[in-house]
């Protein structure tokens, strides 16, 4: 990596599960706005769903979603209420207009859901929506929560894939992030998950995180192997203490340098290329025969809350506290402390808290923001025919990063605007030269790499 680049590592810019991302949501799309948008859903249309479980039995240090720690169920058993509650709500005004073609189960925990809430959410979601029958369901999994129950509940209800959070190996980098996960125990969840014959296991790993080294990584990702997942993803850890309070236990001289960081990143992805994956985007990989490789393969990979997916769905709703919902006029996000949020849902009301309506320069900058997250170039003729004179405003400044930046960060290689490969791991912040919203924003963000 040439030193210009490499100078760029700690640059803080944002992720780009969107555009525009969250922190220029505004209470201007409320409740009202977002109902207008779900009654112009078309009977033709493809949904996928996104249910946010706020709970966690145990706060992991590293997290920084939107979660909160429980030792006891009721408030769990409250929230479910109010759950099943708005997806009444949505599902009555959704009815008859569209078909969902994908779940997504995520949190917090969702698998610290006891088997018959499993069971009643499974069925509520069927009830109140068409979804189809090849329709995938895909949970993210805590080992530490799972029983033979409630995966026997998660299987009843159709999941199709299992997404288990690894984040290392090492004891000592899982006594210093408060998530102590041994091998034997992911390995026995992986196991019981595919005897009850689901086929797609996930596994994500995290670098950066305190007391990793090179060494220990390679060693994490080497077991994690023997697992033979059908995917991994690479993340890289977010250090947000002033967004996540928890994230000070972290003593932020157990982390890596950016440097450190690139070098353990390159050498997972390394490690896991050699084993025959192939690698999607800016931090995920699959089997060459799995859907989200041939996606990639075909153009069709797609980004968005959850990350790398092949889920072409125009429509997202969220459910649940702080859930982001995508229509195509804009995002919509529900509120996100929960008790406001049941009061909300009991009433019978959306629980949309602030949003943000698409113009055409945002969807144009979106486009060229995922196609460059998804892979690494954008076509200047598409762009053009896509979106018009906004296009080619657009492209003129793609032209402009181009010719000032040396081709370090982009270059035009005939009719495409591409990132060299050596300046990939810094996609984010090539990115983020697209972003209108970025510069005036007072949002802090995670470093590039």
């Known amino acids: 990596m040439q030193p210009e680049v490499a100078a760029r590592l700690g640059e803080n810019v944002p992720r780009y599960t969107s555009y525009p991302t969250a922190p220029h949501f505004h209470p201007g799309v ?28 145990k706060l992991c240090w590293f997290c920084a979603c ?17 759950l099943h509650r708005e997806i009444e709500t949505i599902g009555s005004l959704v009815r008859g207009k569209g078909r969902v073609r994908a779940i997504h189960f995520g949190g917090g925990s969702p698998t610290m859901l006891k088997p018959e809430d499993i069971l009643s959410l499974g069925k509520a979601l069927r009830d109140r929506f068409d979804v189809l029958d ?4 895909s949970v993210e999994i805590d080992p530490s929560d799972m029983d033979e129950a409630r995966l026997d509940a998660l299987c009843a209800i159709g999941m199709t894939r299992a997404s288990l959070g690894v984040q290392d190996f090492d004891p000592k980098v ?3 992030i408060n998530r102590e996960q041994s091998f034997l125990l992911t390995k026995s969840v992986v196991d019981a998950v595919r005897a009850r014959g689901v086929n797609s296991v996930n596994l994500d790993l995290l670098y950066g995180l305190p007391h990793q080294t090179l060494e220990s990584v390679a060693r994490t990702v080497a077991q994690a192997l023997t697992l033979q997942p059908d995917r991994l993803a690479l993340f ?4 947000v203490p002033w967004f996540k309070k928890h994230q000070t236990m972290i003593d932020e001289a157990w982390l890596p340098d950016s440097a450190g960081r690139l070098a353990q990143s390159q050498l997972a992805a390394r490690l896991i290329v050699d084993a025959g994956y192939e690698a999607l985007g800016l931090d995920h990989f699959a089997k060459p025969d799995d859907t989200l490789a041939i996606s990639a393969r075909t153009g069709k990979i797609r980004r968005n809350f959850q990350g790398y997916t092949e889920d072409n769905c125009e429509t997202l709703i969220g459910l649940g506290p702080s859930a982001i919902s995508r229509y195509r006029q804009g995002y919509a996000q529900n509120i996100v402390a929960t008790g406001a949020y049941e009061k909300a849902v009991d009433s019978g009301q959306l629980a949309v808290a602030r949003g943000i309506e698409l113009s055409v320069d945002d969807l144009a900058r979106g486009w060229i923001i995922e196609r460059l997250m998804c892979h690494f170039a ?39 605007f591409v990132v060299p490969k050596d300046s990939r791991p810094l996609v984010r912040t090539v990115a983020a030269k697209f972003d209108k919203y970025l510069e005036a924003g007072t ?7």
């Open 30 to 57: 409320d409740a009202t706005v977002c109902r207008t948008w779900l009654e112009a859903l078309e009977s033709h249309d493809e949904i996928s769903l996104y249910l946010h479980i706020p709970y966690c039995d």
């Open 66 to 82: 939107h979660t909160k720690q429980t030792r006891h169920y009721q408030p769990v058993a409250n929230f479910l209420h109010s």
């Open 134 to 137: 090849d329709a995938s369901l």
């Open 174 to 176: 899982q006594q210093a």
């Open 236 to 239: 890289g850890y977010a250090h």
């Open 378 to 416: 954008f076509s200047a003729i598409e762009l053009v025919e896509r979106f018009g004179d906004v296009g080619q405003r657009l492209l003129a400044l793609a032209s402009r990063l181009a010719i000032s930046g040396g081709d370090l960060l982009l270059r035009l290689d005939g009719e495409n």
């Open 443 to 449: 949002a802090r963000h995670s470093v590039a790499v």
